[in-house]
C-alpha cells in the first residue's frame, strides 16, 4: 500500500543524486513506500541534456507522489549493469522493492506525465493548466486585460503552448489589434494543431473578410428582406467585427429561404463562424441546432 504523498514535499526530497552504494536504501527499499524513478544518464550523453529537466519538472508537478534518484552510469556502472542499460539515458520506475516500467531515450513532456500517471494516477491538472483555464474564465466574462496577462504568464512559462498563444491572440483581435493577434498566431509551432489555434486563424481570416460599412447593407435588407447578397456581406462584416452570434443568424437565415444560394456560401461561411466562434460556444451549439432543424425539415 503506497502511502499519501499529496502534500508538498520539498524538492530535495524528490529528488538525488544516487550512488551504486546507496542504490538499495534509496531506490528498493524507498518504493516500498512511494514509486521511485532512476534517471541513468552520464555526462557526455547529449539526450540526457534535455530529458533529465524534463523529467525533474515532471517529477516536481507530481508534489510528492513520486521520488527521482539520478545515477551517473560512467562513475555507478553496477546497477546499470545488472538492470542491462544499454544506452542512456534509460529510465526505470520501481514500486515495491521492483522495477515495474522503463522507457529509453528523450521522450516528450506529454509522455513524461503519462509515464508516472501510470504509476501513480492523475495527480491534477498543471500549474499552466490551471492558469490556461483562470485565462479562458476571465476572457468569457469580457475580461479582455486579464485574461491577456494570464495567456502571457502561462506563454512565460511554456512558450510553445497552444492554447496560450491562441487565447492571447483571441485577446488582441477582441481588442480590435488584429495586426499583433497574427504576430502572436505566428509563435506557433509548424504544423501544430489545436481548436482554440484553429479557431482563431478561422476568426483573423473574418475579420480580414469583413471591412464592409453595415450601415448601407441594412439599408438594402430593410428595402428587400430577400437580399441574399446584401445579407450574406452584412454577415461576412459583423463575423469580422467578431459579433459571431448575429452572422450566424443572418447565415441561417439565407439558408431558411435558399439553402442552394450562390452555391451554398450561406453554409460555408456558417461553418466557418462556428470554427472562429469555437466548437464549444453557444454560438455553435445552437447554430447546429438551428442549422439541423433547417437542412432536416
Not at 557526455?44 to 530529458?51: A, D, F, M, N, R
Not at 562513475?75 to 516500467?101: C, E, H, M, W
Request: charged share 25%; with cysteine; aromatic share 6%.
Amino acid at each position: 500500500m503506497l502511502k499519501d504523498t499529496t502534500a508538498a514535499t520539498p524538492a530535495a526530497d524528490l529528488i538525488k543524486e544516487g550512488t551504486d552504494a546507496s542504490f538499495v536504501a534509496d531506490v528498493i527499499e524507498a518504493s516500498k513506500t512511494q514509486p521511485v524513478i532512476v534517471d541513468f544518464w552520464a555526462t557526455w550523453c547529449g539526450p540526457c541534456k534535455q530529458l533529465t529537466p524534463a523529467l525533474e519538472k515532471a517529477v516536481l508537478a507530481a508534489k510528492g507522489a513520486v521520488k527521482l534518484v539520478k545515477i551517473d552510469v560512467d562513475k555507478n556502472p553496477g546497477f546499470a549493469g545488472q538492470l542491462r542499460v544499454q544506452s542512456i539515458p534509460t529510465v526505470y520506475a520501481f514500486v515495491d522493492g521492483r522495477p515495474v516500467d522503463a522507457f529509453m531515450g528523450a521522450v516528450p513532456e506529454s509522455q513524461l506525465k503519462a509515464f508516472i500517471d501510470k504509476l501513480v494516477g492523475p495527480v491534477g491538472p498543471s500549474e499552466v493548466a490551471q492558469i490556461l483555464d483562470m485565462a479562458k474564465e476571465s476572457l468569457d466574462l469580457g475580461d479582455i486585460g486579464g485574461a491577456a496577462q494570464a495567456y502571457a504568464q502561462a506563454l512565460q512559462m511554456e512558450p510553445e503552448n497552444v492554447k496560450a498563444i491562441a487565447g492571447l491572440a483571441r485577446c488582441y483581435l477582441s481588442g480590435g489589434d488584429t495586426e499583433r493577434a497574427t504576430e502572436v498566431v505566428q509563435m506557433a509551432p509548424e504544423g501544430a494543431k489545436d481548436v482554440d489555434l484553429d479557431g482563431i486563424k478561422a476568426a483573423l481570416a473574418l475579420a480580414a473578410e469583413g471591412q464592409a460599412e453595415t450601415g448601407g447593407l441594412e439599408q438594402r435588407l430593410a428595402r428587400d428582406p430577400d437580399d441574399h447578397e446584401a445579407r450574406f456581406e452584412l454577415a461576412k462584416a459583423l463575423a469580422g467585427r467578431g459579433d459571431f452570434a448575429q452572422a450566424a443568424d443572418h447565415l441561417l437565415t439565407i439558408i431558411a429561404r435558399d439553402r442552394a444560394w450562390n452555391d451554398e456560401a450561406a453554409r460555408k461561411q456558417l461553418l466557418t463562424v462556428f470554427e472562429a466562434a469555437g466548437p464549444t460556444s453557444e454560438v455553435a451549439k445552437q447554430g447546429r441546432r438551428r442549422l439541423s432543424s433547417i437542412l432536416f425539415s
